[in-house]
Nanobody
Framework: QVQLVESGGGLVQAGGSLRLSCAAS????????MGWYRQAPGKQRELVAS???????KYGDSVKGRFTISSDNAKNTVYLQMNSLKPEDTAVYYC??????????????WGQGTQVTVSS
């Protein structure tokens, strides 16, 4: 199992920046992947950015070129640097971790979420 604790959300004006942090309760080397998802009111949860243990990254189309996912392995923490924020980035942002389980399957864990609000 792994516990995830997010921080760094808040209110920012359009064009501004925020950095989200997700601290894991175990070494992120032991995790297959970590990532960030978001969910706006009335919408489905969507991928923002993810990173595998091999440092392969993937971004949602709407954030490419503006958001960057990174990690600090010594701190077991994954970050999401968000630049050039837009009002449509307003959502609850969730940290996600995926662990490969026996039998070839995987298990996902979620943080409690952190609110990001971008004002116009």
């Amino acid at each position: 199992q792994v516990q995830l604790v997010e921080s760094g959300g808040g209110l920012v004006q359009a064009g501004g920046s925020l950095r989200l942090s997700c601290a894991a309760s175990r070494s992120i080397f032991s995790l297959y992947a970590m990532g960030w998802y978001r969910q706006a009111p009335g919408k489905q949860r969507e991928l923002v950015a993810s990173m595998t243990s091999g440092s392969r990254t993937k971004y949602g189309d709407s954030v490419k070129g503006r958001f960057t996912i990174s990690s600090d392995n010594a701190k077991n923490t994954v970050y999401l640097q968000m630049n050039s924020l837009k009002p449509e980035d307003t959502a609850v942002y969730y940290c996600n971790a995926e662990i490969i389980s026996g039998g070839g399957g995987s298990v996902e864990y979620w943080g409690q979420g952190t609110q990001v609000t971008v004002s116009s």
